[in-house]
C-alpha cells in the first residue's frame, strides 16, 4: 500500500483527455502548483475543471487555459484572466457559474455519501433556472447534486506516507473539500512525514481519502493583491 | 452634504455591537473595519476561512498562505481560527454571522439585490455574494445612491440580474440611511445638509417619510 | 462580549423544563460531566435529550434518568442502562432510535444551514417509516432533517476565551457536531486559555459558534470497557 | 468439523487486501484483527472517530478519550487520525471503507441483514449498525450458521425487523463460506470436514452449490 509518489508527473499519471478534475486552491492561495505545471507538461485537453476561481493570465489554472486544455470552467469567480476572458468570448471555452457556498457543499458531499444538498443560494436568480425549489420552514432551498469528479487534486502544507494532510492558514479553504470528492486524489504537499509524525488530533484531511501524495518544489505562492500597512 | 465614503463606512460602524461576528464585502463595505467604536469588540469573517482577520500586514511580513476573501494579504488576531471553505459557508448560511456588509449596484424596494451581472459585460462570477445575501440575517447594503448615468440604484424592481431576493435590511448611501419595509425605503436618517428633496428626487423605489428624519451624527 | 462563565451553573442557567438539549459524548466518552451534574441539582423536567447514548446507570444521561428529568431521549443505543429500560418499558420514558450516522449528520445540517439530508441508513427498514424516500444514480435515500434544539452541551478538551474549542482523540465525536448545532451552545474544557494561545489552525471549533464556555473541574473519566493486553 | 469463532475470523482475514480500510463490528469480527496475513496492511476504522485503530493498551496506559465503538480502551498506530463522527460516517456512506464485517441474527438470500432488534426484547438501537450496511460496498457477514435453537439464520426471507436490504456480499459461518447472488447463497467453500448435505440441511435459504466445493485452507 504504497500511496507516495516521486514527482508531479508521476503523480498525474492517467489524468486523461475528457477528465473532471478538482483544483485545491482560492485564488492563488493553496494552488498545486506542481501538479498544474505537470499537466501543462502532459498536455492533456477536453478537461472539465472544478476550482474556484480559474488562476490568472500566467499562472494557475491560467497556465492550463494558455494551452487550451480547459473546455468547461465550474467556479465562483473568474475575474483577473484575459486569456479566459478572451477564450469565453469567443466559444472556445465553455464556464459554469456557481455561488462559492455551493460550490464548497458540493464537494463536502461528495466526501461525505450525500447526493445532493439544499442550499437557499440563488433562490430567485438565474442560478435557479431549471433547479428544483424546496421550502423548508418558510424557507426555499435549491437542490444541488454531488460532484462527481475523477481527480481531485490538493496542496497542503504537511502531509505524511499515509496520505493525512494538514493546511495552513487560509490556504486550507476548498482544498480539504475537493480531497474528499475525488474518485483519485493526489496531493501535493511542501513536507512529507513518514506516517507518526503528525499529531492525529491536527489532521485535517484523513488519509482514507487520499491516493497520492508527494513532495512538491520550488513553490512560487504568488501574491494576489500585495497588501500592506505602513504604520507600526 | 453627502458623505464620502470613509462616511457611509463610518455611518455603517455604528450599527456595529459589541460581539458581533461580522462579514464585509469588497469596497466600501470593507472600510467599515476602520471606525469600529471604541470598546465594541468586532470578530470579522472572511469567508475563504478565517475568524478573526485582522489588519493588513507590515511591509515585509506578508504570508502568501494568508488572504481574505478578495485576495489582499491580511493577518491574524489572537482567538483567530481557521477553517474550510464548506465551514466558512456553512455558518453564513446557520445565521452565525451577526452583521454582512455588501456593495450593490441596484437595491429594490422590497431588499432584492443585484451585485454580481450586466448584461452585455463580461461576467466574473458571483463569488460568495448568493451565499451571504440568502443567508445572512442582517444585510446593510454601502453603496452610492445613482449610478454613474445619474440614475437611482434604489428602485421599484432591480433591473439588473439579482442575486438575492427580499433580503437587504439597510442601505447607507452619501445622502441617506434606509430600512427596507414591507412598503418600501423608509428613510431613517440623512446625510448631514441633505435635503429630504433631494433624496426624494433621487429615490426611484417608494420612498417612506415618517415624521421628522433627523441628520446623522458621525 | 464575555462568554466565559465561572462553572457549571452559571452556564447552564436558561435550560427550562421542557428544552431540547443535545449532549456530546459516544458512551462515557468525551460526556460533558459537569453540565450534567449542574443540570440535575437544577432539577429541570421533560427534558429532550439527543445524545448518540443514554449514559450508563450511575453516570453520564443516566444521572438525569434516575431524576426522571428526561421526557425523550433521541439516541441510536441505549443499552447498558437497567433505569432506562424500566422507565421504558413502564411508558415513562419516550426514545427515538436513529442510525449513529443519520445522528451525526442532522447535527452537522443545522449547523451548516442545511434543512434537510439524504442517507441511505434505514432505507427499507422501520427508521424509513413515514419517511421520504428518493433515488439519486439508482440508490435510495431517505430524507432526515436538521436538528432544532435550544441547547447544545459539550465537552472539549481545550478552549479558549472567545469559545474556540480543540477535541482530544475519540472524545471528539459528537462534541464538534453539536456545538455548531446548538441556538445556546455550552462548552466545557479542561483548560481554558487566553485567546491567541490555541494555534488557529487546529481549532475544531470556531468560537462563532460558541456561546458560553467554562473550565470544568473534577473529571472522572470514566471507562465503560477497561481493555488491556498483557504481552510486551 | 465446523470453525470455531477464531477460525471464522481467520477465514475472513484471508480476504483482507493490502491497503485496505477496514470496520469490524463487535464479536466475532473484531477477531479478525488478530489474523491479518503477514505483508498485509489493513487500516481499522472505528466509527466513533479513528483511522489506525491499534492493539488495546498496555495494563494502566488506559486513555479513557481513546475508545473504540465498542467503548473497549485502544490504542492508535503511527498514521492514525481522529475526526468527528460526521465525518467518520461520511467517509463510511462515500464508500471509502474498502470492507465491513459485522454479525447478524439472520441474512436473506438477496442480502438483506438483521441484526439490531428482537421484537418482544428491550431494543437497544442500531447504533451505527444502519449506516455501515446502507453504505458499505463489500460486507461480510460473520455468524453462527444457526440460533441457539437450531433455526438457520440464513433464511429465504429475514422474519426480524431489518437492518438494510441487499447489502451483504459473503458471509463466513462455521460450517461454510458464501457469497449472494441474485439468486441465493452461493456456496463456495465449506468447513474442513463439514459435508454439502450438512450446509444444505441448515440452510433455509436457496442454496446454489455448483461443481466441486473446495474445503476452507485455514
Known amino acids: ?232 | 452634504m453627502a458623505l464620502d465614503k470613509f462616511q457611509i463606512a463610518k455611518r455603517i460602524a455604528q450599527d456595529l455591537k459589541d460581539g458581533f461576528y461580522v462579514n464585509l464585502g469588497i469596497g466600501i463595505p470593507t472600510l467599515v473595519a476602520n471606525y469600529i467604536p471604541a470598546g465594541v469588540n468586532v470578530i470579522l469573517q472572511s469567508e475563504n476561512g478565517l475568524l478573526g482577520m485582522g489588519p493588513f500586514p507590515m511591509e515585509g511580513d506578508e504570508n502568501p498562505d494568508l488572504i481574505n476573501a478578495g485576495k489582499q494579504t491580511i493577518t491574524t488576531l489572537p482567538g483567530s481560527s481557521f477553517f474550510d471553505s464548506a465551514m466558512s459557508f456553512g455558518m453564513i448560511r446557520a445565521g452565525k454571522v451577526d452583521l454582512t456588509v455588501l456593495g450593490a449596484m441596484e437595491v429594490s424596494e422590497r431588499g432584492d439585490i443585484a451585485n454580481w451581472k450586466i448584461p452585455g459585460k463580461m461576467v466574473k462570477g458571483m463569488g460568495g455574494a448568493m451565499d451571504l445575501v440568502a443567508s445572512a440575517k442582517n444585510i446593510i447594503v454601502a453603496m452610492m445612491h445613482t449610478n454613474p448615468k445619474g440614475e437611482s440604484k434604489l428602485l421599484p424592481d432591480c433591473t439588473l440580474p439579482l442575486t438575492g431576493v427580499a433580503c437587504v435590511k439597510k442601505i447607507v448611501t452619501e445622502l441617506a440611511y434606509f430600512e427596507i419595509s414591507d412598503n418600501g425605503f423608509v428613510l431613517l436618517e440623512r446625510a448631514p445638509g441633505v435635503s429630504i428633496d433631494e433624496i426624494k428626487a433621487k429615490t426611484a423605489g417608494r420612498l417612506i417619510v415618517k415624521g421628522e428624519i433627523p441628520e446623522m451624527v458621525l
Not at chain 1, 471555452?93 to 439544499?118: D, H, K, S
Not at chain 1, 438565474?126 to 490538493?154: S, T
Open chain 1, 1 to 232: 500500500m504504497n500511496k507516495v509518489f516521486s514527482n508531479a508527473h508521476a503523480a498525474v499519471s492517467g489524468i486523461k483527455n475528457g477528465s473532471t478534475i478538482l483544483l485545491g486552491g482560492f485564488g492563488l492561495c493553496g494552488i498545486p502548483e506542481n501538479c498544474i505545471a505537470a499537466l501543462v507538461e502532459l498536455g492533456v485537453n477536453n478537461l472539465t475543471c472544478i476550482s474556484n476561481n480559474a488562476g490568472v493570465d500566467d499562472f494557475g489554472i491560467g497556465l492550463m487555459l494558455q494551452k487550451k486544455m480547459v473546455k468547461k470552467m465550474i467556479a465562483s469567480y473568474v475575474g483577473e484572466n484575459a486569456e479566459f476572458e478572451r477564450q469565453l468570448l469567443n466559444g472556445e471555452l465553455e464556464v459554469e457559474l456557481i455561488p462559492q457556498g455551493t460550490l464548497a457543499t458540493r464537494c463536502m458531499a461528495a466526501g461525505y455519501g450525500l447526493p445532493a444538498i439544499f442550499t437557499p443560494a440563488g433562490v430567485g436568480t438565474e442560478v435557479a433556472n431549471g433547479k428544483e425549489i424546496r421550502n423548508f420552514n418558510g424557507k426555499d432551498y435549491l437542490l444541488e447534486y454531488a460532484f462527481d469528479a475523477d481527480f481531485a487534486i490538493v496542496k497542503a502544507w504537511r502531509g505524511d506516507t499515509m496520505g493525512n494532510l494538514i493546511f495552513k492558514d487560509t490556504a486550507r479553504n476548498f482544498n480539504p473539500l475537493m480531497a474528499m470528492a475525488g474518485k483519485t486524489t493526489i496531493a501535493e504537499v511542501e513536507e512529507l512525514v513518514p506516517a507518526g509524525e503528525l499529531d492525529p488530533n491536527q489532521i485535517h484531511t484523513p488519509g482514507i481519502y487520499v491516493h497520492r501524495i508527494f513532495k512538491g518544489v520550488q513553490y512560487e505562492k504568488r501574491i494576489e493583491q500585495r497588501t500592506v500597512r505602513k504604520e507600526a
